[in-house]
């Protein structure tokens, strides 16, 4: 088997979307995702629903991604799914399809780490998109998970800050609820933060030593003074709606900015890359701009649709794990807590 030609199949279930990607020789042919418009009425997951719609979606959303990528399921050389980390059941969906597609095609499976999985996803072949060098820091950032991450190779990471409590996306798709906004709030939050004032309204950051984050304090702080603004005027938020927004998006930036630059100057690294859901943020992307200019950073997006939860994360960590074979064996179980 030549190295030229590799096709494999990744699948991602770890949360509420279920994907699949067929990636040949680092190159993504294929990248399909069945999002679950059911949790938006609960305003958060519910992980009993997600792992429902995973079994009704997983095969279309496979034949799909086959289709798209023209090519055969015989002609797969290896299954990538999430081991984890993420919710239980819907993690199990995604494994025992991949287990079983694996032992009936008779090919290698390889499990893969949703948060090494964020962080591999610049590596995917994509025209316009520069790849970091080893060593750089990589700070993920979604829903569930916020980590400054050093990467010296492919598989070897090392966590050197995280949130002690909440993540980042939590922060604000809470305070977006405190709000009265939809979910998930992050990006209706941008899209008003660039209406509003930054500085219209002071939050004070939390003091955390070292590199890790907090983020429940902000939570708190942001319910406290909506309380008491709006006892005072029943139609504060409305009025002040982009102002708050764009306060509260300068205040997060500021907190996962200032952990970034400790980082950097900590270890000397100055290749910055970001992944997860949250690094859509625009935002969060202009701030890191700024910081090419102000520290000498070289900073490296995923294109946008590698950001969010999807298979071509996973079908990139199973490629070059093919290329180590580094293959796992049918025993394998997921693991909600996994970490990198």
Request: proline letters at 4%.
């Amino acid at each position: 088997m030549t190295s030229e030609n590799i096709y494999i199949l990744g699948i991602e279930s770890s949360c509420d979307d279920t994907a699949a990607a067929v990636i040949h020789n680092g190159k993504i042919l294929s990248n399909v995702i069945a999002n679950q418009k059911i949790h938006e009425a609960y305003g958060g997951v519910v992980p009993e629903l997600a792992s429902r719609a995973h079994q009704q979606n997983i095969v279309p959303v496979v034949d799909q991604a086959l289709k798209k990528a023209n090519i055969a399921k015989e002609q797969l050389h290896a299954i990538a799914f999430t081991r984890g980390p993420g919710l239980m059941g819907s993690l199990l969906v995604g494994t025992s399809f991949a287990k079983s597609l694996a032992m009936g095609l008779n090919i290698p499976l390889i499990d893969v780490n949703h948060m090494q999985a964020h962080i591999l996803a610049h590596f995917i072949d994509e025209e316009g998109f520069n790849k970091p060098p080893f060593p750089f820091l990589a700070m993920t950032i979604s829903g569930g998970h916020t980590q400054i991450v050093k990467v010296s190779n492919y598989f070897d990471m090392e966590v050197i800050g995280e949130t002690i409590d909440d993540a980042v996306g939590e922060a604000y798709d809470k305070s977006g609820k405190i709000l009265g906004l939809g979910y998930p709030a992050g990006p209706q939050i941008d899209k008003r933060a660039q209406l509003g004032n930054p500085k219209a309204f002071k939050f004070t950051k939390p003091k955390v030593a070292g590199l890790n984050f907090s983020f429940s304090g902000l939570k708190t702080a942001i319910l406290y003074f909506i309380q008491k603004e709006t006892a005072n005027n029943p139609n504060f938020v409305e009025e002040n709606i982009n102002d708050i927004c764009a306060s509260i998006q300068y205040t997060i930036i500021g907190i996962l900015m200032d952990k970034l630059k400790l980082a950097s100057k900590q270890t000397g690294i100055k290749h910055i890359a970001i992944g997860g859901g949250v690094s859509a943020n625009s935002g969060i992307r202009q701030a890191l701009k700024t910081g090419e200019s102000k520290f000498g950073w070289t900073t490296y997006v995923p294109k946008f649709e590698f950001t969010t939860d999807n298979a071509a994360m996973i079908a990139i960590v199973g490629y070059l794990k093919f290329l180590e074979n580094d293959f796992t064996e049918q025993d394998v179980t997921a693991s909600a807590r996994l970490k990198i």
